[in-house]
């Protein structure tokens, strides 16, 4: 199975500040990595696809980035909404394999 | 649009069984499998497996011998029993779209409790 290493597991930052979370795979998955953002009792919700693209409809603040086994997910300007636990998760291979997840609260 | 819609919250003692249900619609359902991801209060996401429309499974390891995944393509509706619930079985069951798990379902909570 591949292991998706995520971090931090938790950060406190401020409206407008810039975010970045890394997610590291135990192995190559070239570019097959999507990044989720959950909010406290909903679903996942997929910000960003095939490691960089952007999901129909989330801001553009949201950006993503790399390949093989190392991906970083960036909130270029936090926004009060963007308060929530953000996932990566990999489909490469199955089983699939999730990130252990990084809450990002308010400072 | 595309949307996951799951069966409500079921309490369920320990040793026996739970069938929770998804259906699919604002989509073709035959041309995509659907998988299924569990979340346990407070941890994080394990995918449990999948069904193909034409119900062909792949199961996690974990899960292999206790869950049972199968579609009804007449109603666009998969669903995903699993057997045997022990307390470590509670937790908030989704099924999410293809490959890739676009789409997800709203969540259903299973409650194992004596």
């Known amino acids: 199975d591949i292991q998706m290493t995520q971090s931090p597991s938790s950060l406190s930052a401020s409206v407008g500040d810039r975010v970045t979370i890394t997610c590291r795979a135990s192995q190559g998955i070239r570019n097959d990595l999507g990044w989720y953002q959950q909010k406290p009792g909903k679903a996942p919700k997929r910000l960003i696809y095939?490691?960089?693209s952007l999901q129909s409809g989330v801001p553009s603040r949201f950006s993503g980035s790399g390949s093989g086994t190392e991906f970083t997910l960036t909130i270029s300007s936090l926004q009060p909404e963007d308060f929530a636990t953000y996932f990566c998760l990999q489909y490469n291979s199955y089983p699939r394999t999730f990130g252990q997840g990084t809450k990002v609260e308010i400072k | 649009q595309v949307q996951l819609m799951q069966s409500g919250a079921e309490v369920k003692k320990p040793g026996a069984s739970v069938k929770v249900s998804c259906k699919a619609s604002?989509?073709?359902?035959?041309?995509?499998?659907v998988n299924w991801v569990r979340q346990a209060p407070g941890q994080g996401l394990e995918w449990m497996g999948m069904?193909?429309?034409?119900?062909?499974?792949d199961y996690a390891q974990n899960f292999q011998g206790r869950v049972t995944m199968t579609t009804d393509t007449s109603t666009s509706t998969v669903y995903m029993e699993l057997s045997t619930l022990r307390s470590e079985d509670t937790a908030m069951y989704y099924c999410?779209?293809?490959?890739?798990?676009?789409?997800w379902g709203q969540g259903t909570l299973v409650i194992v409790s004596s």
């Open positions: 095939a490691a960089f």
């Open positions: 999410a779209r293809d490959g890739w798990l676009d789409y």
């Open positions: 069904v193909k429309p034409t119900g062909l499974t």
């Open positions: 604002g989509y073709t359902f035959s041309n995509y499998y």
